[in-house]
């Protein structure tokens, strides 16, 4: 059982930056797999920020994220990482780290890839950081 331990949040000013990591343990091969960051704002619905695949780096963003937040992986240490800057009063939320089983380069792009920010694929989800962004 794959299990995920996020690390990272805490409370900036809007302006700010924070970097949250991800730790995934219990993957037994190196299988190719979806990594992604989760988050969900106080009455709001979860909201995909960033998805990346291991199998060759390739990442998704939603819109709202783009050219401010960063997703990265080191699959040597099992860990995905969330760079965010420029943060934003609206980027508080809880934000959570998720994972898929084995993905092959085809369903990266012609299955999740329009569907990754609804949670489809993956399998596994942490339980969360908060970040709070203050104005």
């Known amino acids: 059982q794959v299990q995920l331990v996020e690390s990272g949040g805490g409370s900036v000013q809007a302006g700010g930056s924070l970097r949250l990591s991800c730790a995934a343990s219990?993957?037994?091969?190196?299988?190719?797999?979806?990594l992604a960051w989760f988050r969900q704002a106080p009455g709001k619905e979860r909201e995909g920020v960033a998805a990346?695949?291991?199998?060759?780096?390739?990442?998704y963003y939603v819109d709202s994220v783009k050219g401010r937040f960063t997703i990265s992986a080191d699959n040597a240490k099992n860990t995905v990482y969330l760079q965010m800057n420029s943060l934003k009063p609206e980027d508080t939320a809880m934000y959570y780290c998720?994972?898929?089983?084995?993905?092959?380069?085809?369903?990266?792009?012609?299955?999740?890839?329009?569907?990754?920010?609804?949670?489809?694929?993956?399998?596994?989800w942490g339980k969360g950081t908060l970040v709070t962004i203050s104005s």
């Open positions: 998720a994972a898929s089983a084995f993905v092959t380069p085809y369903q990266w792009r012609a299955v999740y890839g329009g569907s990754w920010y609804l949670g489809y694929g993956m399998d596994y």
């Open positions: 990346i695949y291991t199998g060759d780096g390739s990442t």
């Open positions: 219990g993957y037994t091969d190196s299988s190719a797999h979806m």
